[in-house]
């Protein structure tokens, strides 16, 4: 018996041991998360807010991008962005020793809005194919080959690399159909790239539709499309839209394919200045993502390039972190909601 | 039935026809994508073994291939001559040193004539090559004056040969036992190199460069070359192992870290947290596969890449052999990263597996007087392990596929890591498979050999993930049939 009771005491033990292991490493993965988020978030956030009203820093939310100048005037140490720079030059004629870091004055505007645009072209596309896809596989189809073959299909392009799709829209929207880098371009390959993730999630928001209701409006003498129309989708349409933010951080949040179909480094112009209105989609843009690349890969770390670096870096994070928490919370709503 | 008018039917099942099909045609839409993704990475990357085997043939016809038979042997000796540099630095003593040093100014002066031949030959051959590249046709005096230079290394050789071996025979008397065991060593080396001398001058001599190159090589360079150079005044190559062994290496540090991590916290999860707990920690995991991964390889450039770098430098880490390290931004940094991304994953989907088991196993388990920890161990991890397999294997997917934190943080150096420094390889720095095609895509002339070469990277990328996902999705099978 006391063998017994002492061989419990020690697997009660280990057991304690094994599970703190476990909660320490769970934990450990929420620390490095929030380390993230708290560096980027307070040295991001030197940029972004200021001490005195208005207390958010306009110009860095509402300028172009700009060539910083650093020199020394007189003992007086001088940083001027580039249009700063030339008024004062025209007052004060006179050479200095100029140091000029690329991109880390100014503000990053022009950046939001083209993320923006592609975020709500690419968007609208996916989900108007995708939504339709999903009615087609929850409400039409039988189980067959075909059916199993585009199930394949969905589940390998949701595996597909991102990179592999900037690829394949570069070779087919940039250079076969000639769109160029263009917002277009931008578009379809985005949207494409985040297709499985809609219909996989409008899927089963429609699956959570109970048959009854179809069942019922059948039995009335409406017609299929009529029944979806109105008997399923209205049920199911907040369940898919809370479900697709998630997708809007996704396509919000990718790089690689934008890289060679959509973003440019620098544009001096604003979307919509454009000669003719189907030139508006035929336009590279810039993007918050592939700026960050930009001012993270292609400048040197230093004070000056920091505080651009982690501005964007934490805007851009604010962006996305914001829609993925909503997506989550209406989700976490919607399920307590809807049981049936 | 009679009351509805009969006419009214077609003409409602046609507009239902036409309904149905316009929703099959954009279910359709996820095949006809794979399938143009497919067509277009061949499209675009199937000129590449043309191109390459047209490149590798002139390689051989303009004599490339000729001087870099020579170059070899005047890099092996730079080699040795590396190698002494290193053993000097183990000894000490002063009058050892001074000895030392004259020996190994001797040596290193005795390639002296070899690396001039090979700049003379380096010139003819890509005077030969710009030549050939211009009328179409090979110069045979050009080939002629640089087989000249075959005969001319056979002189060399010998000359280089008696200088060594009188070297070597009266090597320089050292203090340190562990420089003289180097020095010993270094010795079998050069003797090593003397005799390969030889077979280099036969390899001159039967060398012929209207030898064919079967079509097939083009296509084993690609798969199994070592190296890739591109843009080079010389030969460019495109061998894909370089960046396979960055991808993989990267890729291997990311799952040994998270794979634990992500097991551990969904054990914890569905199984020991509080229902509070529960119900924080898995949206804040969810929500961490949100961050975008751009953001990620910008904080692995701000801050984890010099903490790593200075951990390194840390004297209570002195006993590892390969610490300190040079570069902050190596395998290991984006290893980190990555872990990190494919820790949600993982996460959720072994999550996924845990619940999916009925809850009468446990219950049979506790039954029988089994408590939680014995629970897990013998019953719940078993019963969902094809789902956990799945989801490491999707987590693997994840972290080759990821672009942009390999292309911040793993260095971008192409070359193979040391592996002679054993796990040391895991801090130098790599290029990946998406970073080559992230960073050289944009810059590359469309149609040339390099850019088809980055559509083949991308194709294997491509075929790779394709792989991993279709075995995941084996394990998923498998994992329904054992609880059914």
Redesign the interface.
């Given at each position: 018996m006391i063998g017994a009771s002492s061989n419990q005491k020690k697997?009660?033990v280990?057991?304690r041991i094994?599970?703190w292991?476990?909660?320490l490493?769970?934990y450990?993965?929420?620390a490095?998360?929030s380390y993230?988020f708290l560096?980027?978030g307070i040295k991001g956030g030197r940029t972004v807010f200021t001490k005195a009203a208005p207390f958010v820093n306009v110009k860095f939310l509402t300028q172009w991008p700009q060539t910083l100048y650093v020199f020394d005037y007189h003992g007086q140490k001088m940083e001027l962005s580039d249009s700063e720079f030339r008024q004062w030059k025209t007052t004060h004629n006179e050479d200095v020793d100029l140091a000029s870091i690329a991109y880390s004055a100014g503000g990053i505007w022009p950046c939001i809005v083209g993320t923006a645009l592609l975020v709500i072209g690419s968007m609208t596309l996916a989900l108007?194919?995708g939504i339709?896809?999903a009615?087609?596989?929850s409400?039409?189809?039988r189980n067959g080959p075909f059916i199993r073959?585009?199930r394949v299909?969905?589940?390998?392009?949701a595996?597909?690399?991102?990179?592999?799709?900037?690829?394949?829209g570069?070779?087919?929207f940039v250079?076969?159909l000639g769109w160029n880098v263009s917002l277009i371009s931008g578009w379809f390959t985005l949207g494409?790239m985040v297709?499985?993730a809609i219909?996989t999630a409008s899927e089963e928001s429609l699956r959570a539709v109970p048959q009854g209701l179809r069942e019922g409006s059948l039995a009335l003498g409406a017609?299929?499309?009529q029944t979806i129309r109105k008997n399923v989708l209205p049920y199911a349409l907040p369940g898919i839209l809370t479900s697709s933010i998630?997708g809007i951080?996704?396509v919000?949040?990718?790089?690689?394919p934008i890289?060679?179909t959509a973003a440019y480094a620098m544009r001096d112009e604003m979307p919509w200045h454009v000669s003719h209105w189907t030139d508006f989609f035929f336009q590279g843009v810039m993007a918050l993502?592939y700026h960050?690349?930009v001012v993270?890969?292609k400048i040197p770390?230093n004070e000056y390039t920091?505080r651009v670096?982690?501005g964007t870096?934490f805007v851009?994070?604010v962006v996305?972190?914001l829609?993925?928490?909503t997506s989550?919370?209406l989700r976490?709503r919607t399920r307590s909601r809807l049981s049936w | 039935m009679s009351i509805l008018p009969a006419k009214r039917a077609p003409r409602r099942l046609s507009v239902d026809a036409a309904i149905k099909t316009f929703f099959g045609c954009n279910a359709l839409v996820a095949i006809i994508v794979l399938a143009l993704i497919t067509i277009f990475l061949f499209r675009e990357g199937s000129g590449f073994f043309a191109q390459n085997l047209a490149n590798l043939r002139l390689y051989r016809r303009a004599g490339l291939e000729y001087v870099d038979l020579i170059r070899a042997e005047a890099q092996n000796h730079a080699q040795l001559s590396r190698e002494l540099s290193q053993i000097r630095l183990q000894e000490t003593n002063e009058t050892a040193l001074a000895n030392f040093d004259v020996f190994a100014g001797a040596f290193s002066n005795s390639a002296e004539e070899l690396n001039g031949l090979v700049s003379d030959a380096n010139d003819e051959a890509v005077t030969a090559r710009d030549a050939t590249l211009e009328s179409g046709t090979v110069d045979e005096q050009a080939t002629r004056a640089l087989r000249a230079a075959g005969p001319r290394f056979d002189e060399i050789a010998t000359s280089m040969r008696a200088k060594i071996d009188n070297l070597i025979s009266a090597p320089p008397a050292l203090t340190s036992s562990k420089a003289v065991e180097s020095l010993q060593r270094w010795q079998t080396a050069t003797r090593k190199y003397l005799a390969h001398l030889q077979a280099t001058s036969q390899q001159l001599r039967e060398w012929d460069p209207n030898k064919p190159i079967p079509a097939s090589r083009t296509v084993t360079s690609f798969l199994f070359g070592n190296e890739w150079i591109t843009a080079s005044f010389w030969q460019d190559w495109y061998g894909i192992i370089p960046l396979l062994v960055g991808s993989m290496m990267v890729a291997a540090v990311a799952l040994i870290i998270a794979v634990p991590f992500g097991i551990a916290s969904a054990i914890y999860v569905s199984e020991v947290a509080a229902r509070g707990e529960k119900s924080l920690i898995k949206p804040y995991i969810e929500f961490i596969s949100a961050i975008p991964s751009v953001v990620l390889g910008f904080f692995g450039i701000a801050v984890v890449g010099q903490a790593v770098r200075a951990a390194s430098h840390m004297s209570i880490l002195r006993w590892v052999s390969f610490f300190p390290i040079s570069e902050r931004l190596n395998v290991f940094t984006a290893g980190c990263l990555l872990a990190f991304m494919a820790v949600p994953t993982i996460f959720t989907l072994s999550e996924d597996a845990l619940r999916n088991v009925p809850r009468g196993f446990k219950e049979a388990s506790y039954a029988l007087g089994a408590n939680r920890l014995q629970t897990i161990a013998r019953v719940l991890i078993p019963a969902s392990l094809s789902g956990i397999v799945s989801a490491a294997l999707l987590g693997l997917g994840r972290v080759i596929g990821e672009t942009m934190v390999v292309l911040l943080c793993a260095g971008n150096r192409i070359a193979i890591p040391d592996f002679t420094q054993g796990l040391g390889a895991f801090f130098q720095p790599v290029h990946t498979m998406t970073g080559i095609i992230a960073q050289e895509m944009g810059e590359v002339v469309r149609g040339s050999i390099h850019y088809r070469a980055l559509f083949m990277v991308g194709l294997v990328l491509f075929v790779l993930t394709l792989g991993i996902n279709y075995l995941a999705q084996r394990f998923v099978a498998r994992f329904r049939m054992s609880i059914g």
């Open positions: 697997t009660r280990m057991e094994v599970f292991a476990f909660r490493a769970t450990f993965v929420l490095c998360a993230i560096d980027i108007i194919i339709s896809s009615i087609y596989l409400e039409y189809s073959l585009v299909a969905i589940l390998n392009l595996g597909v690399p991102s990179i592999v799709f900037g690829l394949f570069f070779g087919l250079i076969f494409l297709l499985p219909i017609t299929k499309w998630l951080a996704r919000a949040g990718e790089t690689a890289m060679f993502p960050i690349y993270s890969s770390q920091e670096q982690y870096a851009f994070l996305v972190m829609i993925a928490l989550i919370l976490e | -």
